[in-house]
């Protein structure tokens, strides 16, 4: 059964940094692709980074060397480096997971995940 639990939250001011992270069964860590997403109050979910199974990544525009994705298969958990946080990147962040995407295009859509943790909030003041 796939579990994903979220860690790292909290406050920051702008310009500060912050790191996310979540455990992940080990079968999946190496099969699934593993994405964080965002949901701002009165907003859409949203992808912010995925890296797949073999280690390919991609970003959305908005956090583009801002932010760093990885994961770490021997602590089974996947990271979100958040640096030159913005106030407009508070939100409560989640970790997802799905076997496969067929388009890559659609990597960043909430729509292509099924599992999920339950999110950690983020806040940045200014």
């Known amino acids: 059964q796939m579990q994903l639990v979220e860690s790292g939250g909290g406050s920051v001011q702008a310009g500060g940094s912050l790191r996310l992270a979540c455990t992940v069964n080990?079968?999946?860590?190496?099969?699934?692709?593993l994405a964080w997403l965002r949901q701002a109050p009165g907003q859409e979910r949203e992808g912010v980074a995925v890296i797949t199974d073999s280690g390919a990544t991609a970003y959305a525009e908005s956090v583009k060397g801002r932010f760093t994705i990885s994961k770490d298969s021997s602590k089974n958990t996947l990271y979100l480096q958040m640096d030159s946080l913005k106030p407009e990147d508070s939100a409560i962040y989640y970790c997802?997971?799905?076997?496969?995407?067929?388009?890559?295009?659609?990597?960043?859509?909430?729509?292509?995940?099924?599992?999920w943790g339950q999110g950690t909030q983020v806040t940045v003041s200014t």
């Open positions: 997802a997971a799905t076997r496969a995407i067929v388009r890559w295009r659609s990597v960043l859509d909430a729509a292509e995940y099924d599992h």
């Open positions: 080990r079968f999946f860590m190496s099969t699934y692709y």
